[in-house]
């Protein structure tokens, strides 16, 4: 059975990083996935009954991770317009808003374009 999100680990690691030896202590530890984004940033992918014991191994291995949490990951990305976008940006903020809400997560994609036309 597919699933719109599924429960992952998530740990980060800002600008710097040192992406080979996070990759390898990483994959070492049992991690899915490393993902280097276009800031430099890195993400690791890992399975979320481990997160914990795989963040402690890249804390032993001398490496520093900015967090590290269970989340929800969408398996399958909507692009919104820019009215689209307006609309589910009010919607997040409201559920936000809300003291019962805990997290809110979303499988909307928002461009650069379209992040822009809200910010003007």
């Known amino acids: 059975m597919a ?3 599924t429960r992952t ?12 030896k996070v990759m390898e202590v990483a994959l070492e ?3 899915d996935d490393v993902i280097s984004h276009d800031d430099g940033s890195l993400e690791v992918l890992t ?10 191994a890249m804390v032993k291995a001398g490496l520093k991770p900015d967090s590290a949490d269970v989340t929800m990951i969408a398996s399958l990305h909507v692009p ?3 009215d689209g976008a307006e609309a589910l940006l ?8 809300l003291d019962d809400v805990q997290n809110v997560y979303t499988n ?3 461009s650069s374009e ?5 910010d003007g």
């Open 114 to 118: 379209v992040m822009d036309q809200l």
């Open 108 to 110: 909307a994609e928002i």
């Open 80 to 82: 919104l317009d820019k």
């Open 29 to 31: 530890a049992g991690a």
């Open 90 to 97: 009010a919607l997040v903020d409201m559920l936000e808003d």
């Open 47 to 56: 399975p979320w009954e481990t997160v914990g014991k795989i963040k402690d």
């Open 9 to 20: 680990g998530q740990i980060t690691f800002e600008p710097g990083a040192n992406e080979d």
């Open 3 to 5: 699933y719109l999100f």
